[in-house]
Each structure stands twice: as structure tokens, then as C-alpha cells.
Nanobody, 125 residues
Framework: LVPMTASGGGLVEAGGSLRLSCIASGSAFEDYAMGWFRQSSPNEREVVSCISWKGDKTYYRDSVKGRFTISRDNPTNAAYLHMSSLKPEDTATYYC??????????????????WGQGTQVTVSP
């Protein structure tokens, strides 16, 4: 499934929107749960959202509920995180991750097997 490429980050004003993309190479993308994590220095990396391998279950951390939407498109090996009503506290490096095999979501970083490189999101006041 590796490598995975995350993109879509940038600088946006508070209240704005961004869509992050994660494109995976390889086969069997549909067998992986996909997650988005973020890390802002000096904090630890935290889960933002996750979608199960079937796409029927999703998870959002409380601070992003109602503002972020995770989705996946298996034929194109893609996972997305649409972020709206962005706040300065959303500023972080965002990472996509894949969890094998045919699993539901997890909030634990250690449960994910493959990681993309980060994409920086900066939200100005």
C-alpha cells in the first residue's frame, strides 16, 4: 500500500476550508481503514478522523465534529479530509495513515501500519 502521498494543506484564514487528499500506491486499498492524524509542536500526534475499510463507520475527535468530513474513493486509492470553519487551533501538520486488514477505526497511532508524509495546515486568525 505504500507509499502514500498527502496533499492539500496550505495557509487559510479562520473560517475557511481546505480539502486534504491522501493517495495510496499499490493494491488492496479497499481493505484498509484510513485515518487522519495531526501534530502541532510540541504536542503529541493526535487522531483527527478515521473511516473504516468498508466506509460505513467514521470517527471524529470532538473538536472537529460538524466541521470536518472524512471520505474515501476506493477505485482511485484516495482518502479525503474536507475541513471547513477552520480555526487557528487546527493549525498542524496533518498525516494520513492506513490500518490493515479489513478493520474498523482506531484512535491509537500504534494501530496504523502505513503513514504518508505530512501536509502543513496553517489557519490565521
Amino acid at each position: 500500500l505504500v507509499p502514500m502521498t498527502a496533499s492539500g494543506g496550505g495557509l487559510v484564514e479562520a473560517g475557511g476550508s481546505l480539502r486534504l487528499s491522501c493517495i495510496a500506491s499499490g493494491s488492496a486499498f479497499e481493505d484498509y481503514a484510513m485515518g487522519w492524524f495531526r501534530q502541532s509542536s510540541p504536542n503529541e500526534r493526535e487522531v483527527v478522523s478515521c473511516i473504516s475499510w468498508k466506509g460505513d463507520k467514521t470517527y471524529y475527535r470532538d473538536s472537529v465534529k460538524g466541521r470536518f468530513t472524512i471520505s474515501r474513493d476506493n477505485p482511485t486509492n484516495a482518502a479525503y479530509l474536507h475541513m471547513s470553519s477552520l480555526k487557528p487551533e487546527d493549525t498542524a501538520t496533518y498525516y494520513c495513515a492506513a490500518r490493515s486488514w479489513r478493520t474498523d477505526c482506531s484512535v491509537r497511532e500504534a494501530d496504523f501500519d502505513y503513514w504518508g508524509q505530512g501536509t502543513q495546515v496553517t489557519v490565521s486568525p
